[in-house]
């Protein structure tokens, strides 16, 4: 690898004209610039990111922390990123906590000593104080928590209008009809599941129908929970006609429950996820879902975070996206006849029964 020397050997300029170069400083007189410049191309000179960044104070790398690179909403938020990172000069670092809090701060901490110009977190525990974040913004970072929001953060944010978009989901089986409908939470210790499930509740609470308890379940954003939830809500002696899924994983799970219980969607059962991931359109039938437009969050972060790295000062932005309903062939209207979803949830507490004895 060619040297700082080398170049300035080739260049015929003191090792400090080259230096100037480096930096993008205006002192350099234009034929040194371009002989240094040259001698840089046919010497395939790389500089040292960090050197630089010792010099400068941060690097071009933008981190983004994500709690679950396998769920299918984040790649494209994280591709929107790095989109706009990209275009901009940046480069994205991403980093998977695994939901796990002490797996974040450990990249939170160990990421410092690689100075990067801003951070976008989807933070695991929304319980955890945001201390490390405050000494990136400190630092002079760009710091933006996207997707869920800390109580106690004051700094920017990005994110989409949860309980806008689960009210439209709620509301739009209600105007189906259906007067039965459940929800399957994702885990309510986030603001966004809690904020969904409070959409549900206002758009119920609206039409005055009543929610029993059996018919809010808990559970994690993926797939296996979603069945296991949907297995319990089948089971009830007044099963729903209709369940809003936290998100499309959710909903997913609740499918295969319907089909293992000899049920037809939308005709048995209707469903609504949210997130609309590309899989939502390979689903039979095609998932009714929510779009909260994941590439278009993580595009929009990292363009707050590029702001504010290159010297954007100015009160703490606070970015709301409206989601949208996308209506497909998961939710009908509520057949008038007996629903066979009784019939089969009365076959499944007998086999259930029968199982245990």
Request: aromatic fraction near 6%.
């Amino acid at each position: 690898m060619a040297t700082i020397k080398e170049i300035a050997q080739r260049a015929r300029v003191s090792i400090g004209t080259v230096s100037n170069v480096l930096n993008e400083l205006p002192t350099v007189r234009e034929a040194a610039r371009q002989r240094v410049l040259e001698a840089i191309q046919e010497l395939g000179y790389q500089p040292s990111l960090l050197g630089r960044a010792l010099r400068k104070d941060k690097t071009n790398m933008i981190v983004m922390i994500v709690p679950d690179i396998t769920n299918p909403f984040f790649p494209g938020a994280v591709r929107g990123a790095e989109d706009i990172a990209f275009e901009r000069g940046f480069r994205l670092v991403l980093c998977n906590s695994d939901n796990d809090s002490e797996k974040e701060a450990i990249y939170l901490h160990e990421m410092r000593t690689y100075r990067p110009s801003g951070l976008i977190i989807v933070p695991a525990d929304l319980s955890k104080d945001t201390e490390a974040a405050q000494q990136y913004l400190n630092a002079g970072c760009g710091v933006v928590y996207m997707d869920r929001i800390p109580p106690k953060w004051r700094g920017d944010t990005v994110t989409s209008a949860h309980e806008q978009g689960a009210y439209a989901a709620t509301k739009h089986l209600i105007d189906l009809g259906h007067k039965r409908i459940a929800t399957i939470t994702g885990p309510l210790s986030g603001t966004s599941a809690r904020a969904r499930l409070q959409g549900f509740e206002h758009a119920m609470r609206e039409a005055s129908l009543p929610v029993p308890a059996t018919f809010i379940k808990e559970a994690e954003f993926n797939k296996a929970a979603g069945h296991k939830r949907a297995v319990e809500l089948l089971r009830l002696r007044q099963p729903p006609t209709a369940v809003f899924a936290g998100n499309d994983l959710i909903a997913f799970g609740v499918l295969a429950a319907m089909r293992e219980a000899g049920l037809r969607c939308p005709e048995d059962l209707s469903i609504v996820g949210f997130d609309n991931l590309d899989d939502s359109d390979a689903t039979v039938p095609r998932l009714t879902t929510v779009d909260q437009f994941a590439y278009k969050l993580g595009a929009t972060a990292a363009q707050v975070v590029v702001d504010r790295a290159r010297g954007e000062n100015g009160p703490a932005k606070h970015i709301s996206f409206t989601p949208e309903l996308r209506v497909k062939e998961s939710s009908a209207p509520l057949a008038r006849t007996k629903s066979s979803v009784a019939i089969a949830a009365s076959r499944s507490r007998r086999k259930a029964g029968k199982k245990s004895t």
